[in-house]
């Protein structure tokens, strides 16, 4: 179900962006405010262009999202004060904790809104590793500093 509401939520997104891109060239008079002279085949264009959308939203959200293993060697007892930390200073706020399962949220709502509120990173704590779960981008800069942090190197 979570998977079927990203789509539609990236769909709307990608129907919002170009009404708005469009509309910013109307206005700045870059086209004509006709639908037919916007798009080669005027209103019949806009099927091609929802379909489009469509099949890129329903594609979307099985590449954007991952989930990724921190392997730390450590129990979260020991590292959950240096991951919040670490957490914070990414401007991620602690949402949730709940046993095995920490959520966290954007601090600010600019970021919020452009990921569309799809900014929750889940970290579920098992005995041989973490595993953090969210949107690609986050989760792949997240885990690498993460992994850094608690496991630094051995500088000899």
Known sequence: ???????????????????????????????????????????????????????VAAGYPKVGFIRREIHVGKDWSEVRNDVISYMNDRRYVLESENGTTVTFRCKDIASRISKMYEDRLTLTCTPECFEMEGLRKDVMRLTAGLEHRLNPLNEE
Not at 4 to 9: L, N, Q
Not at 21 to 48: H, P, Q, R, T
Request: proline share 0%; glycine share 8%.
């Open 1 to 55: 179900m979570k998977y079927f509401i990203r789509s539609v939520k990236y769909f709307f997104y990608f129907a919002f962006l170009t009404t708005a891109i469009v509309l910013v060239l109307v206005l700045i008079g870059a086209v004509e405010g006709d639908i037919n002279s916007i798009f080669e085949g005027g209103y019949s264009a806009l099927w091609k262009i929802a379909i489009f959308f469509a099949l």
